[in-house]
Antibody
């Protein structure tokens, strides 16, 4: 079964750090771009970051540039999001997602269930 | 950054009716990179349509996507009870963005 399982969320004070993990199973992880997407309570989806198969290309939404770092370990089938200098507005459910690519198009076809990050004093 | 604007914000319809959801981009988007997702409460998003018009595996054929350039549409031909949910469009590029969502609710 194709699956993504996130972990590492929790309660952290403003200015603090947290590292999220996402473990993939059921597919060849190293063949896919991967993404992090977040959703604040009661709000819509917000893309956070993308990373290429070999980690050689990374892209971030402007609001997290310089604070968050996306990375991966293909040997461990794992995706990570290092979050530093956290702010209250970073509080959200964080999903990891797989990028599907074909000649017809590209999209996020597999999603985890998410891990919750709460930034509060 | 490409901004996606979805309309309407909420669509109140009855089962069996047709739903038409709009997604307008602030600049031209390649159809290959336009997708639609469905999200139900407490669940992760589910991919419905990619490449603007290709149905993802498991997407019923009552769902169809169309459009090009800056205007895209998701149509649900006849609403089933399980279709009442929030729908998001997305443009997938090096910088990816989502629309703000359209909630399809039971009238």
């Amino acid at each position: 079964e194709v699956q993504l399982v996130e972990s590492g969320g929790g309660l952290v004070q403003p200015g603090g750090s947290l590292r999220l993990s996402c473990v993939a199973s059921g597919f060849t992880f190293s063949n896919y771009w991967m993404s992090w997407v977040r959703q604040a309570p009661g709000k819509g989806l917000e893309w956070v970051a993308n990373i290429k198969q070999d980690g050689g290309e990374k892209y971030y939404v402007d609001s997290v540039k310089g604070r968050f770092t996306i990375s991966r370990d293909n040997a461990k089938n794992s995706l990570y999001l290092q979050m530093n200098s956290l702010r209250a507005e970073d509080s959200a459910l964080y999903y990891c997602a797989r990028r599907y690519s074909s000649t017809s198009g590209h999209a996020m076809d597999v999603w985890g269930q998410g891990t919750t990050v709460t930034v509060s004093s | 950054e490409i901004v996606l604007t979805q309309s309407p914000g909420t669509l109140s319809l009855s089962p069996g009716e047709r739903a038409t959801l709009s997604c307008r981009a602030s600049q031209s988007v390649s159809s290959s990179y336009l997708a639609w997702y469905q999200q139900k409460p407490g669940q992760a998003p589910r991919l419905l349509i990619y490449g603007a018009s290709s149905r993802a595996t498991g997407t019923p054929d009552r769902f169809s996507g169309s459009g090009s350039g800056t205007d895209f549409t998701l149509t649900i031909s006849r609403l089933e009870p399980e279709d009442f949910a929030v729908y998001y469009c997305q443009q997938y590029g090096s910088s990816t963005t989502f629309g703000q969502g359209t909630k399809v609710e039971i009238k």
